[in-house]
Structure formats: C-alpha cells, structure tokens
C-alpha cells in the first residue's frame, strides 16, 4: 500500500476508534460494564499499538500442544534462529525474531517480550528493513496457566495471527471456538497453516486441507489463506513465508488488525444493545402527560376556586349595599387553598389536599405511559433506561407541581372595570331609596306634632318619595341579579384564563421533570446508534 494509501487508512481508523469511544461513553450506565471494558481494553490496546514502531509487523505463531508450531517458526525463520532458540531458558518465554531492530524495543517491551532474537536476513524473506517481527507463543492449551494467559494476552496485541494446526486436531473445538469464532472479523490478517502433511498420504492432504477450509467457514473465516506444510520436510515452508512476506510487504497489517478489533468491538456493543431507535416524544403523548398530571395536581379544583372567588369578591363589590356586608363572613377560596399569599412561591406552599393512593396512581400510569410510548422501538437495555429516567423525574413530580401552582399568577386580585360603575349605581339606588324614606318621616313627624304638612309632590298620582323608595330598592336588586349573570360569565372566563396558566406551568414541570430527561435519553441513544455505525464502517 502506498504511503498516501497508508496514511488514508490511518485517519479512517482513527476517526472509527473516536467513535467507539464516544459510543463507549455514551452507553455507560446502560450497557454492562464488562461490555464496556472490553471495549475500552480495546481502544487501549489501540492506543499504545499506534504510538509504537509502525514500521514493524507483528506476527505471532499460535499452536496446540504437539503442532510442530515452533518447528515451523524455526523453519520459517532460518537454521541460524533455530540453533538460538534451543538456547530459551523457558518454553513459556514467547520469543521474538526480530529484522529491523530500530524501533523494536519500545514495542517489544509494551508486548511484554523478553527473549530476543535479532535475526540474520533469510533471502527472499526479510532482512534488516523488512521491518518484521515474529513470535513463537507456548501452546494455546497448555496445562500451564501462566502459559494459556500469555496466548490470550498476546493474541489480542499482535498484528498478524498464524495459527498452526496439525491433520489429528485441526478440527479441535477449542481452537475453533475459543479463539477462531471469536476472531471471524480478523480474517485480513490471520493465517491458518496446517503443520506435519507429511504424516499423510499425498492423496488425502487435499481432502484434509478442503475440510479444514470448511470448518473455517463455519467459524466465519471462510476468506482465510490456508497453507499445508511441513517443517521437517519443508514443504509449503515458502508458501508460508511469502504469505508472510505479503502482508509485511503491504504495510497495512496494524490498521487491519486495528481495524478488524474496532469491528469485532463495536459488533459486541450492538449485540450488547440491541438494534433500534426509539419512538420518540410526540406532541399527544406530551399533552396528554400535562391532562393527567393537571388533574392529578388537583388544578380542576384551583380553577373553581378562582371562579368561586372571584363571584364571591364581585358581589362584595357589586351587590345590594344593604346585604354585601355578609359576604364579608364567607372565607375566600383561594385563601383557603393559601393562593393569595404575597410570600415568594420558592417558599410558598399551597393547602391543596396531599396527594392521596388515586393520584399518586394516576401520576404513575401517566409517567409509565409516556415514557413507554416515547421508547417505544428502543433496544431493551435502552428501552429501560429511558424508563428509568422518568421513574425518577416522577418521584419529584408532587413537589415540583405543588410550587409551581403556588408560583402561577392567577390574577385573583385584578379588578374588573364593571365593579366600579354597578356601586356606583348602587349606591345612588341606596340613597335614594333612603332619601325616599327620610322625606317620608319628615311627613310622618310633622303630621304627628299636629303641624301644617306640606303637599307631597305627585308623578302620575304616585308621591315622589314613595317612587324614590320603590325605585331605589327595585334599582338596587335589578342590578344585584344583573351582576349575577355578569359575574358568571366574568367568573368562567377568569376560570379558563387560570386553567390555561396552571395547565401551562404543569406543562413545564412535566417538561423539566420528565420530558426533557426522556428526549436527552433518546438524543443518546440516537447519538450511540450513529457513533456504533461510524465506528463499524
């Protein structure tokens, strides 16, 4: 690959690896932590590879006890390194062969590699600018702890695999489904060489290897190169190698390798999670949310309380002077439920009935209603967490709603401009009813003291006073029963007009509470959808 080419791929994985991560952060606290982990050992390992030598290929012999792998790893690299690593101190150790020794060591040493070999060039295979290094692993089943965890360590850091397998256990479960199955997405850099043809018949080594090939298939490495070869023999020992050579050659083993670990990630995670969106927030589900929690709030009761006060201020201002007074004596309704206090409505609190099991219930049907219909079509780890986000939101809901009624202006003491002119009138009734029946008792004094009693004036054969007292007091009732009727309709307006403020604030709690909680959850989900896609491209 050229070095534009190189340096492409490097900014494509790159930017997949910040996706993962962000997908990573975003799914923490819904997702499993051992799902995450996995994921950020991954982005770790990918961090430490890329600040590494990138001139140097990484390729790591993987084998079963009595597979000829370090046989083939000695053919492979030459008899001069054979003769070096019979002088291990350990099977255990890994070793490494290594052609380019600038800028090995730092990558060795992350590799945890102790024993190495700085190898002669092998003509046709590599030499000091190959920039190659390869490792002989202790078997993947050892008996040995120490040993199997070295394997599993190392078959996640290097960037090439060559899996060596011979004709009596190529077939063995556990290499399949242990280390294989798992590493289906690895195919661009994995090598599978079946060791030791020898011992076959000529005739049965093309069965044997289209059996194998098969197997891995099944395992998902259909893609595979496999070799047959035998390290005692030689033969396919250069097939091998020029395998080998190849994907040095092409300098794209790291992001590959890189590459196919973010895939296999990131596959994890969407198994993890589950595929999906969610439905979202829609306008009905948000009023409807608002209805349930008004009515929960006992709003519908604050709303008749402003119209019974607002009829109870409007006959104390517009009624028969004479009775208004009794008014007086009847509490207000909106002072009983502590909603004409002046007190701030950070502290204030409303005498509103707690709420009891109905309306604790209804709060809860409505909270599970919104918050299923919202997830709806989100994956189950999602689906839940959106859930959870509304229980919590509910748990606040009574507090919230009882400060936010208390903070609503319901206008209660605005007055209307009708009040004035009806006691106006009222009054002008009054005293001329009173006037009626001053003149009258003067009359009525006079006649008694025997003294002269002047003519009462007439208007159509009735006295002018007797009018005066009639029409003052038919003047004053009229006018009491016509603020009736205007008060009723002044009182519903002002009713729905509080309705609407108390359903709009209700509406802003359950938005706060509730509803804004639920979309950032979904924003979430939809932004790990879209980071897991950046990242599995």
């Known amino acids: 690959m050229s070095r534009h080419g190189l340096a492409r791929e490097a900014t494509r994985l790159g930017a997949r690896l ?203 490495l259909g893609k595979v190169q496999v070799i047959g070869a035998s390290a005692l023999s030689g033969a396919g020992v250069d097939k091998v190698r020029a395998a080998i050579r190849g994907v040095v050659a092409q300098r794209a083993a790291l992001s590959l390798r890189l590459s196919a670990d973010v895939t296999r990630a990131a596959a994890r995670l969407l198994e993890v999670s589950g595929d999906g969106e969610a439905a979202g927030v829609k306008g009905s589900a948000r009023s409807r949310l608002a209805e349930e929690l008004a009515v929960a709030a006992n709003v519908p009761l604050v709303v008749d309380a402003v119209g019974r006060s607002y009829r109870q201020e409007s006959a104390r201002r517009t009624g028969w002077p004479v009775t208004r007074w009794l008014v007086r004596f009847r509490p207000d309704p909106l002072r009983r439920l502590n909603l004409r206090s002046d007190t701030s409505p950070e502290v204030n609190r409303t005498s509103l009935p707690a709420a009891g099991a109905p309306e604790r219930a209804r709060t809860d049907a409505a909270v599970r209603e ?105 003047l004053g009732i009229l006018l009491a029963v016509t603020a009736k009727f205007i008060t009723a309709g002044f009182a519903r307006a002002r009713a729905t007009a509080a309705g609407k403020r108390l359903k709009a604030a209700v509406s802003r709690v359950a938005g706060q509470h509730v509803i804004e909680p639920v979309e950032a959850e979904i924003g979430r989900l939809s932004a790990f959808n879209e980071a897991l896609k950046a990242a599995g491209k």
Not at 79 to 87: D, L
Not at 155 to 182: C, E, I, R, S
């Open 18 to 220: 910040e996706a993962l991560n962000r997908a990573r952060e975003l799914a923490e606290g819904v997702l499993p932590d051992t799902a995450l982990d996995d994921v950020f050992q991954v982005l770790d390992r990918a961090g430490s590879r890329r600040s590494l030598s990138a001139d140097h290929t990484v390729v790591g012999f993987f084998g079963a006890t009595g597979s000829g792998k370090s046989t083939l790893f000695n053919a492979v690299n030459g008899a001069e390194i054979a003769t070096a690593a019979a002088r291990r101190p350990t099977t255990s150790e890994p070793l490494a062969s290594v052609w380019g020794a600038e800028g090995s060591e730092p990558l060795l040493d992350w590799l945890d590699v102790r024993q190495r070999h700085y190898a002669d060039p092998v003509p046709g295979f590599a030499d000091e600018s190959s920039g190659l290094i390869l490792l002989d692993l202790p078997d993947f089943d050892s008996t040995r702890t120490a040993n199997r965890e070295t394997v599993q360590r190392l078959v996640g850091m290097v960037d090439v695999l060559v899996w060596v397998l011979d004709p009596q256990k190529y077939a063995d479960a556990a290499v399949h489904q242990d280390f294989l199955t798992p590493l289906a997405s690895h195919g661009a850099v994995t090598l599978v060489v079946l060791n030791q043809i020898d011992r076959l018949p000529a005739a049965d080594v093309p069965l044997v290897l289209e059996s194998l090939k098969g197997i891995l298939a099944q395992d998902g």
């Open 370 to 474: 919104f918050a299923d219909t919202a997830s709806d079509g989100a994956p189950g780890p999602w689906r839940a967490s959106i859930r959870s986000v509304a229980r919590a939101g509910r748990d606040r809901l009574p507090d919230a709603l009882d400060q936010a009624i208390a903070g609503t202006d319901l206008k209660a003491g605005r007055k209307s401009w009708w009040w004035g002119l009806f006691n106006v009138v009222q009054w002008l009734a009054l005293l001329t009813a009173v006037g009626g029946l001053a003149w009258l008792g003067v009359l009525a004094v006079l006649g008694y003291l025997q003294l002269p009693v002047p003519e009462v004036p007439r208007v159509e054969g009735w006295p002018i006073p007797t009018l005066m007292i009639a029409g003052g007091v038919l």
